[in-house]
């Protein structure tokens, strides 16, 4: 059985979508779709000493702010140097931190001229889901099934007939939405992904906080960071 997940590209997601997309064959980036404002696409949270701290990537918006995600793009390059002191200042005592730190920088500093937010955020995911030893095959929406005017469901069941899955994982959150006999007439089992449960690590910065970046986990249990995780990948070489 082949695994897809259609899921919008985030920025520097938390573990649990490292989850869904460990738990696929086939990750489907679904990019071309409404940009929404102060939503995951271009933020996310670290744990510092004085609590959880949102980094933003500023977004250049029109009077009318109808964009695709792919269409996003950053209003200034001074956020990646900015993110990555945030981030050093907050992790620069983890365990692990000395041992991934010079990947991330070199990825901040790579991205200060880039002014797509998807590019952005492909090139974290990419790097993530290397150090988490998570492999598949990675695909954007726009490339397989164009946008047109077919409903949710429909292209997303049309999107999993394209690279040949035969399941369809998707986030919890969907469930409200998702018309289950559509993904049935396909020939596609549909499930939901299970967020329950996680075990607390060694957090730096005081009470444990579930929903932060998933570099948390990385700076902070490094080459243990799938024992607090639901699926366990063997590492990769990063370089």
């Not at 460990?22 to 670290?46: F, G, H, M, P, S």
């Not at 901040?108 to 598949?136: H, M, P, Q, W």
Request: hydrophobic fraction near 35%.
């Amino acid at each position: 059985m082949s695994t897809a997940v259609i899921i919008q590209s985030n920025y520097i997601p938390w573990k649990g979508y490292f989850d869904l997309i460990a738990a696929a064959d086939v990750l489907i980036l679904y990019d071309d779709v409404q940009y929404t404002k102060n939503d995951w696409r271009n933020r996310n949270r670290i744990k510092t000493a004085q609590g959880p701290k949102w980094l933003t990537i500023p977004i250049a918006t029109s009077g009318h702010f109808s964009q695709r995600i792919d269409e996003a793009q950053t209003s200034n390059d001074l956020w990646a140097e900015r993110h990555w002191r945030s981030i050093k200042q907050a992790y620069n005592k983890a365990p692990a931190f000395d041992e991934h730190a010079e990947t991330f920088e070199n990825i901040y500093r790579s991205l200060c001229a880039e002014k797509y937010l998807s590019v952005i955020n492909r090139t974290f995911i990419d790097a993530i889901c290397c150090v988490l030893g998570i492999r598949l095959d990675v695909h954007r929406s726009q490339d397989l099934v164009p946008p047109s005017d077919l409903g949710v469901t429909q292209r997303l069941v049309q999107l999993c007939q394209s690279v040949g899955a035969n399941r369809y994982l998707s986030g919890p959150s969907a469930s409200g939405y998702i018309e289950s006999k559509l993904f049935e007439r396909g020939g596609i089992e549909l499930d939901f992904m299970d967020y329950a449960g996680y075990p607390p690590y060694a957090q730096l910065h005081g009470e444990f906080v579930h929903d932060v970046s998933v570099l948390d986990l990385i700076f902070t249990v490094g080459e243990d960071a799938d024992r607090f995780m639901k699926f366990r990948r063997k590492s990769c070489d990063h370089g």
